[in-house]
């Protein structure tokens, strides 16, 4: 499962999210080993939040995350490309439409 | 009147070697993120020091600054304890140390912070990073003391060397802004559970348990870890970057 390049290679991988702001999504910024969830959330303090980069941390199994495979790629992605009519594109702004 | 200078100094030597020792595992840890962890908490220690030697060098008044009191003391000159000064080549020994080591900053920092004084501001910043330094110390003594046979051991040897060294951060000193005597039961509280926890029995206190590094008696590790720290600035004085 874990196979990294960072040395012993027996601990698992955890993708770590930071959330920068109260009121902002978690975003993801990457990944860590760790022995367990503790030690996780710790590494991905100091690993990720080193700069004040946040006010919260996720910490979730890689192996927990389900994830679209390339070759499923025509099949998910593909049909949305010729839909405009998804995008609010079609719809002109009457002059002196303000807050939008 | 009593001058916190020596307590202070002694508290900012403890920092500094300790930093340079952390320093040593840098692309030794276990893992990179442990590499990481140790750097963080080195450089933590690192700015303790600094800002320590920074308010002991105006309490002087002597004209000394911060890296003269770093890179120019002989050993003899140097008042950090026993404790952190010898070598820490051994994952057990580096965070059974650290235990040791944090549960007496976090007290003697929360002390100084809730006071008023020359290192308050030092202090108020140092006491959120050494709690979290006793934290990573515990996490790891807690997995390493209750692991596999091995880990048990060797964590259980680790403390059986170092256990000796927590007497003479509790020394009397009734000259300090805070006297570490009477931070006995604190530290003991904060560092004994972990212990229990991590299935790690207290080993026996020596008679006579090591002291002198408050005084400026140091073994020669302390000696080999200066003449390293201290050879750039010493060949090239008041060289700047």
């Known amino acids: 499962m874990s196979g990294g390049a960072s040395g012993g290679g027996e601990w698992p991988l955890w993708e770590v999210f930071v959330r920068a702001r109260r009121g902002m999504a978690h975003v993801h910024v990457g990944s860590l080993h760790a022995p367990d969830a503790d030690l996780a959330l710790r590494n991905a303090r100091d690993v990720y939040t080193r700069r004040q980069e946040g006010v919260s941390l996720w910490v979730v199994p890689s192996a927990e995350v389900v994830a679209s495979t390339p070759d499923v790629r025509g099949s998910f992605f593909e049909p949305a490309a010729d839909k405009d009519y998804r995008h609010p594109t079609h719809y002109t702004v009457p002059d002196g439409v303000q807050h939008l | ?241």
């Open chain 2, 1 to 241: 009147m009593s001058t916190p200078v020596p307590f202070l100094l002694g508290l900012a030597d403890d920092a500094l070697v300790t930093a340079q020792r952390l320093g040593w595992w840098i692309s030794r840890a276990p893992e990179l993120e442990e590499d990481v962890a140790l750097a963080n908490i080195g450089l933590d220690q690192l700015g303790q020091a600094r800002g320590l030697y920074a308010v002991v060098a105006e309490l002087e008044g002597a004209g000394r600054t911060e890296d003269d009191l770093a890179y120019l003391r002989g050993p003899a000159e140097f008042r950090n304890v026993l404790l952190v000064e010898r070598p820490q080549e051994d994952f057990a020994v580096c965070v059974v140390r650290m235990l040791l080591l944090a549960a007496w900053q976090v007290e003697v920092y929360a002390a100084l912070a809730a006071r008023e004084g020359p290192a308050r501001g030092v202090a108020a910043k140092a006491v959120k990073e050494v709690a979290y330094h006793l934290d990573h110390a515990a996490q790891w003594v807690l997995r390493l003391g209750d692991g596999t046979p091995l880990s048990h051991e060797r964590t259980r040897a680790a403390l059986e060397a170092e256990w000796p060294h927590l007497p003479e951060l509790l020394e009397p000193d009734a000259t300090a802004p805070v006297d570490p005597a009477t931070l006995r039961e604190a530290v003991l509280g904060r560092v004994l559970p972990v212990l229990e926890q991590a299935t790690l029995t207290v080993p026996p206190l020596p008679a006579a348990p090591p002291t002198g590094g408050r005084a400026g008696h140091h073994t020669e590790h302390l000696t080999d870890l200066l003449a390293q720290m201290q050879q750039v600035a010493r060949a090239h004085p008041g060289a700047t970057w």
